[in-house]
């Protein structure tokens, strides 16, 4: 069980370029303040992850991405349908995300988790790295629990609400290219949509 005061505390963490494992309709995901490059720079560390392996960004909505993305009549349809849910949005970016976060493209994915617990800390804190928590390579977490011990030790915060459904990752979908980039939940719905709007 999460209480405000757990996520009170992992904001704040955030906000002085921590680390939080935090909970999605899916997997457990890696939080950082997306706009932040060291705490961005701080994420690939955590995960040994190659730099040129772009991260996604969360919202609390998708309107909120909008800020900091440049999105399409289409793209927005999409994101209207799709958001919050188990689906990923790579659009084309601003000036104010910061090139680590996409490994120097021009598009980044764009997040709305469908879960209680991480749209409470996005409504605290946003826009955060969208990533699973686990090292690069190794499988996605339903549970804390279950957490790699060296990889833990790098977080500053972990929001533990039990296991989540798991099953695959976001499907990632790249909307103005009419191209499902990952295969993943929504996966079927996401093709249909596609077939009919782009």
Do not use: C, Q
Request: charged share 30%.
């Amino acid at each position: 069980m999460v209480t405000d005061a757990d996520l009170d505390e992992a904001a704040a963490a955030l906000r002085d370029g921590g680390l939080v494992v935090f909970p999605t309709e899916t997997v457990y995901g890696l939080a950082a303040d997306a706009l932040d490059p060291d705490a961005v720079e701080a994420v690939f560390e955590a995960k040994g992850r190659d730099r040129d392996k772009p991260l996604s960004f969360a919202f609390p909505d998708h309107e909120a991405a909008l800020d900091h993305v440049d999105v399409g009549e289409t793209e927005r349809a999409f994101m209207a349908e799709f958001l919050p849910g188990p689906v990923t949005v790579v659009v084309e970016k601003r000036d104010s995300v910061p090139d680590v976060l996409t490994g120097g493209r021009d598009r980044v994915g764009v997040r709305v988790p469908d879960h209680d617990v991480a749209l409470a800390l996005l409504d605290r804190v946003a826009p955060l790295t969208a990533t699973s928590a686990n090292l690069s390579g190794e499988p996605s977490v339903t549970n804390p629990a279950d957490l790699d011990p060296e990889f833990r030790e790098r977080v500053d915060a972990v929001l533990d609400d039990g296991e989540t459904a798991g099953g695959t990752g976001s499907t990632v979908v790249d909307v103005a290219r009419d191209e499902i980039l990952r295969e993943g939940a929504a996966g079927d719905a996401v093709r249909e949509w596609l077939a009919e709007h782009a």
